[in-house]
């Protein structure tokens, strides 16, 4: 987790993963009830990019409180499914943050765009660390209420349970709310950049989606596109290969080694 979370380009995986949790209807409704999403899509962003670093790069005090945080703030979503596609799409009337396949869904997303990412713009994975990785992620998983019999078992299993999430006629079917939520992550509002500039900057996190959830967000693709990614996507691997390994890294990651390489727990 510690080699793979502290890699900064990573963070361009981030609004992918956040159009995969709106996919599910039921995290989508969720959002809509209980934040300030539509407002400001990347707040959302900045807080589940702050909350994992601490879980992940901070000390036992700090990862405990941001772990009971979160779990204090998931206990207050709660409510009932209003989106009839959501209703019919998962076959219920009420969502709960605290469900542990909620959970297990955005922590999904969360680690699989991040995989992809780093697969694509640092160095592949070799199959026995991406199983090293999981295995970490759901220990942590585990503090957040994902019990260990609903956690896929192996990097394996974790991908063939994503699948099946995503098979027409399963539970993650992208609705109205979470297109009309998804708009500013498509097209986020950075007024001092010019639109075309904006459009080329989130080509390579859009790359990383699969193709029915891109569709699902009425998300135009081409062959154009995908190669316009792929090229930029070989600009940012050529960043990380000539910055330095300190220079790339998140500064939570930083603290972390500083304080492991001067002994402190």
């Known amino acids: 987790m510690w080699r793979v979370n502290r890699e900064a380009v990573l963070l361009g995986s981030g609004p992918a993963a956040l159009l995969l949790q709106l996919a599910h209807p039921l995290v989508a409704e969720g959002v809509a009830a209980h934040s300030d999403f539509a407002a400001d899509p990347f707040a959302r962003l900045r807080r589940t990019l702050r909350t994992t670093l601490a879980m992940v790069f901070g000390d036992g005090p700090t990862a405990e409180h941001a772990v009971t945080k979160l779990n204090h703030v998931h206990a207050r979503v709660q409510g009932p499914v209003l989106d009839p596609l959501a209703a019919t799409a998962t076959d219920a009337r ?5 469900d542990p396949e909620l959970l297990l869904w955005v922590q999904a997303t969360l680690v699989i765009m991040s995989v992809r990412a780093y697969d694509r713009w640092v160095v592949p994975l070799a199959p026995a660390e991406r199983d090293g990785l999981w295995l970490e992620s759901r220990a942590t998983g585990q503090r957040l209420g994902i019990p260990l019999t609903s956690s896929p078992g192996s990097w394996r299993e974790l991908l063939e349970w994503f699948e099946r999430q995503m098979v027409p006629g399963g539970p993650v079917t992208v609705t109205d709310t979470a297109r009309r939520l998804a708009a500013t992550v498509v097209r986020p509002p950075l007024p001092l950049a010019p639109m075309a500039l904006v ?15 891109r569709d699902g967000y009425g998300i135009p693709w081409s062959a154009r596109r995908a190669a316009l990614a792929g090229a930029l996507s070989t600009g940012l691997r050529t960043w990380v290969w000539l910055m330095p390994r300190s220079w790339r890294a998140m500064p939570p990651a930083r603290a972390a080694e500083r304080r492991v390489a001067a002994g402190v727990g």
């Open 199 to 213: 459009d080329l900057a989130v080509l390579p996190g859009l790359a990383l989606l699969p193709p029915r959830i």
């Open 94 to 98: 009420h969502y709960r943050a605290r």
